[in-house]
């Protein structure tokens, strides 16, 4: 099971704070957070209500994220780090 997807899975329901491979941030409010045997997935929305979606295979495959948009879904990135937000 890939690390960073466990440490959303046992932080959940509480707000999680991700952070991306550039660096950048997002704290989400998550609606969901299941493993389907290695593979897992979840959705949660930010602040403003765009909801995002995690995704990975596995231990080896990396948790992505894509947000929704006005187009469809966009990625976002690769998640490099999960951490509890704390208000």
Partial sequence: M???????????????????EDDSTVVLEMRSAEFFQEAFQAEGFDSEGTTY?????GDDDPLV??????????????????DAAED
Avoid: C, M, Q, Y
């Fill in 53 to 57: 979606r995690l995704v990975t295979d």
């Fill in 65 to 82: 994220a894509g947000r929704e948009t006005d187009d469809g879904w966009s990625s976002v990135g690769e998640v490099v780090s999960v």
């Fill in 2 to 20: 890939n690390t960073l997807a466990k440490r959303i899975h046992n932080i959940t329901p509480r707000d999680v704070r991700l952070t991306f």
